[in-house]
Structures are given as C-alpha cells and as structure tokens.
C-alpha cells in the first residue's frame, strides 16, 4: 500500500463524502441496489449492498487492486512460483483440489501425479475402513477414529468434518488437539482400544502438542493390545514421512503431503482423511471440486465481479480507510459453529503481520481481529455491541437457503432472524422513530424522554450476507476457497506475505526453555521476575 499513495489518497477522500451517507438512503435512490451490489456463482449469492458504497467506492477498490497487481501474483501463485519467500516455497493448495491432466511445475516436476497417487491411496484406504475390511489388530472393524493433530492439521478437519455430519455415514470421528491432559484424557475414556483408529496429523511431525498427544495414545493402545497392535491401529498424515518410521507406523500407513501445502492451506491434502473417512472419498472429491469452481472463477471473472475480490475489498475499505479494526463471522448455520475458528486461524495467521515482504515496517494496518458465533445464539448475546456499542464491526452472515432436517418451523425462523439482524444493523431505529413507538405504546413523556436514547439504534452498521442453497459437500468446499482467497488479495494488497507464521516461533522456544525449570533441572534466574513468580507458584503446588 506504499506504494498506492494516490489510490488511498482517494479512497480516503471518497469516505468523507460518504461520511453523512445513510446506506438506508442509498436504497431508498436506487431500486437496483439490491442487483448491483450482489454477486452469483453456481447456487452461491454473496449480497454486498447493505455496505458503505456506491459504485464510486467499486470503482475505486478496483482501481486499488489493479495497482497492486493482485491479479499477476494470483497468477504466480497457480503457476507453482516461490511466493511464500521466507521459507522459499511455492504455495499450492490449489493444485490439490485441481482436476488437471497436468498442473503446476515444482523443482522440474509436475505436482499432479503425486497429488493423484495420494488421492488414490486416500480412496483405497478410506474406502476399507469405512467397509469394515481393514481391521484392528484383535479382528474388530475401527468404530472410532482419533485424529490427533493442532492448528492447521486439526482445525480444517475438525470444522469441516462437524459441518458435513449429514453425510456422515462411515467411522465416528474425534478430534484430539490441545496438550491439556484433559483433552487426551476425557477423550480416551469413552473409547475402546480395539475398534479405534488414531490418525496423526502433523506436517512437521515434531510439533510438541500432537507428539505428546500421540505418545500417550500410543501408549494406551500398546497398553491394553500390546505393543504389537500399534502398526494396525496409528496411521500418519505428514511431509516428513522418516520422522514417522520411528513411530512404529508401517509404510502402508503412511500418507504424504508437500511442503509447498501450508498447514492453515492443507485440508485439501490428506490432512482431510477424516472427512474422508466420515463421508467418504466421492463426497470428498465434490468438495474439492467446489473449492475448485471458486479458483477458476477467482481466476477468471474481472475483479467488480469476482467474489473473493469484493469480499477482501469490502474489508480493505473497512480496516485501512475507516479503521474498523474487527471482522464478524456469523453463520446461521449450527453446523458451521467451528467456521470463525477455522477463519481466524486463516486470516489473523496468515496477515496478522507488521512487515512488508521486504520486511520493512508497515506504516498500515493489516488483517483484523476475526471472530465470530452461530445465530441465533449469538444475538442472545454478543449482537447487543454490534447494534449499540461505540466500535462498527462489519459482519459475514451466512445462511443456507435449505436444512437438511426438514423443519420449516425452525428454518425459516432462522433465516427471517439472520436478515433481520442484517436489517437492523443497517436501518437503525432513529430517535423520532423511537419517540413514536413509545408514544403508540402509551408511555408518559417523562418516562419516554428517559428511555429514547438507550432505545435509539444508531443503524448504517455494514455487512455482507452470504446464502447458498444448502451445506452440502461442493459448497463447503467453495465456502472455504472464497475466504482463502480473500485472505490472499488482502495480503497482496497490503503487501505482506501471507503464507508464513514467524510470530508463532518464540512462544515455543520459551516453553523449551521454560520445561526443566519447571521440573527443577534448570534454574529460573535468568527470567524476569513476573516469570519467575509463576514458575515457582506452579512448582510448589506440583514438586
Ligand atoms: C498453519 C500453521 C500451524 C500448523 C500447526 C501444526 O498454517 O503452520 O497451525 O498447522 O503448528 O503443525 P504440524 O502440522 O507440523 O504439526
């Protein structure tokens, strides 16, 4: 953005005459709105009119984007190029949900056929398990199924897994992540050693959290089968696949990915044999190419009419013009209760930086502070700050335009409540209008006085509504790509790079270092006093 001094300069000036603008009003002028400012792709709608724009904001972000040259580093980034240049790598979840007879080229050698060896081995071994053909050591098919992984290697599985439980109809799928001994604990207690399966999903596979994890698995397993059991039962998701032969997990059982697939990136690879395994692999294969159908239009349709490039847009506008400093997800969609956790882990991972690629300091912000809860609850709750609080945080709903369940009672009350959520937040309630339902009511003008302003809604609070048809495999996969790329223009945008995680490193070190004193192998002195404090109150309470 240093380099888009005009741009912004212009942008800038174009919020002031917005300033004053109701966006109530701007749908009161122009009938068409609705049309202008929506986007469709296959069953998807992304409505972006309830936003602080007019076509001459449009026009102006387009412009922006067109400077940043987001188009030709899209285009680096399907072509196989080191755009990840801190750890020298090319970043290709793409490839993964390709379809291509040939694909991008990395080190001489083209990925598809790797890519497509994986996918197979994938189907041949879900597809065993989920027949009950492959068994456990002591002859029983695999009832449960332990993926034990963290961040990328846990969250993407995780939600999508919970969001797709209609088509569930293989293995019942757990999730082990946090290095709490409770997780591992509660978990293991309700399961039965011979009917489960542990999978362990680590790219690296040295992270401390799933390493611990898997060792105290490991152990219950070899415990109550014997040590003998452990090939049947543990498989392996990683890159470093030497790493995983002193598991004790035998070839067959080991699935690899590339390290061109980021960790928030990598629920296409075999990190997704858990949803694999829960709905199987044809199922899988219709939500990569959902992901798929959002590349090639995220490639190909101009930027006015490219979803992930207003939805990124839209959030430049809001954080780097009108310094909104948090983004809202809220899906009414229970199913996708887990989808903000999942997106923070790919935007605020991704361009929570403070330096540009040539690692000079930003004088501008980047990535906002992503959060999010289903509705309705989250009305019952946390919507009171989004109507009346002193910040505007611009919201996502999400909705599909059918349930599974057949239960009109309860979806269309959902679906009348997350558009009137986006309604309030955009039409307010000014003060005559306050003044006039609480004299319709027949209150006393004393009493009225007092209650107007807590009553009035200030309104012109923006969003974006997202519907689709329903949350079926194809459009969770396109759900998912549409955020992916969004997070990616942003970042070309404001000119970092969005494929690294540096900041996530020295809390690691510290904990390395940290360990032996709380056993007592190594003195604390060196820390300072807060640190120290704690060690020791943790250390008279466990030594
Ligand atoms: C994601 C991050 C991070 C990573 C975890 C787990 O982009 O790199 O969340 O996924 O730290 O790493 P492993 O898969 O290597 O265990």
């Not at 741009?7 to 000036?13: E, F, G, N, S, T």
């Amino acid at each position: 953005m240093r380099n888009l001094p005009e741009h912004i300069k212009h942008l800038v000036a174009h919020r002031t005459e917005l300033e004053t603008l109701a966006m109530r009003d701007l749908f009161a002028s122009d009938p068409d709105r609705f049309d202008s400012f929506s986007l469709r792709l296959d069953t998807l709608l992304f409505d972006f009119s309830k936003n602080r724009v007019t076509s001459k904001t449009i026009d102006l972000l387009a412009g922006l984007a067109q400077a940043a040259a987001v188009e030709a580093r899209r285009d680096e980034m399907f072509s196989g190029a080191i755009i990840n240049e801190t750890e020298r790598r090319a970043v290709l979840h793409t490839a993964l949900r390709s379809f291509a007879e040939a694909g991008p080229v990395v080190d001489g050698r083209d990925v598809m056929p790797d890519i497509d060896a994986e996918r197979h081995r994938m189907d041949t071994f879900s597809g065993r398990i989920r027949a009950g053909d492959l068994k456990g050591a002591t002859g029983k098919p695999f009832r449960d199924v332990v993926n034990i992984g963290v961040g990328g290697s846990d969250l993407g599985p995780a939600f999508a897994t919970a969001a797709l439980s209609p088509y569930h109809d293989g293995p019942r799928l757990h999730f082990l992540s946090n290095m709490d001994g409770s997780h591992v604990h509660d978990m293991l207690d309700g399961l039965d050693p011979p009917e489960t399966l542990f999978l362990v999903a680590s790219k690296s596979f040295t992270t401390d959290e799933t390493m611990t994890n898997a060792a105290t698995a490991r152990s219950w397993l070899a415990d109550a089968l014997g040590e003998d059991a452990v090939g049947s039962h543990f498989v392996a998701l990683s890159t470093n696949l030497e790493a995983v032969s002193g598991f004790g997990i035998p070839e067959d059982r080991r699935f690899g990915f590339w390290d061109w697939v980021g960790g928030r990136y990598s629920l296409w690879s075999v990190i997704g044999l858990p949803i694999c395994l829960a709905i199987g692999y044809h199922r899988f294969q219709d939500f990569l190419a959902g992901a798929a159908s959002v590349d090639k239009h995220f490639q190909s349709a101009p930027i006015r009419e490219n979803i992930p490039f207003m939805m990124a847009l839209i959030g430049i506008w809001y954080r780097n013009i009108w310094s909104f400093a948090s983004h809202a997800v809220i899906p009414y969609d229970q199913r996708l209760a887990r989808f903000p956790a999942y997106l923070q882990q790919l935007d605020m991972e991704s361009n929570g930086k403070r330096v540009d690629r040539t690692g000079s300091l930003l004088s501008h912000a980047t990535g906002p502070v992503v959060w999010g809860e289903p509705g309705t609850n989250s009305q019952h709750a946390v919507f009171q700050l989004l109507h009346q609080g002193t910040d505007i945080i611009p919201v996502d709903f999400l909705l599909a335009l059918r349930d599974h369940e057949s239960l009109p009672e309860h979806h269309d009350k959902l679906a009348a409540n997350c558009f009137a959520q986006a309604e309030a937040l955009m039409v307010g309630r000014s003060e005559a209008e306050v003044r006039r339902d609480l004299q319709e009511s027949g209150m006393a003008d004393e009493d009225i006085a007092h209650l107007v302003p807590h009553k009035v809604m200030p309104g012109n609070r923006p969003s974006n509504m997202i519907i689709y048809e329903r949350l079926d495999p194809r459009t969770l996969g396109m759900l998912i790509a549409l955020y992916e790329h969004k997070v990616f223009v942003q970042g070309v945008i404001w000119g970092i790079n969005s494929f690294d995680q540096w900041g996530v490193e020295l809390g690691k070190k510290l904990a390395k270092e940290i360990l032996p004193m709380l056993r007592g192998t190594t003195s604390p002195e060196s820390r300072d006093a807060s640190t120290r404090g704690l060690i020791q109150a943790f250390m008279e309470k466990n030594r």
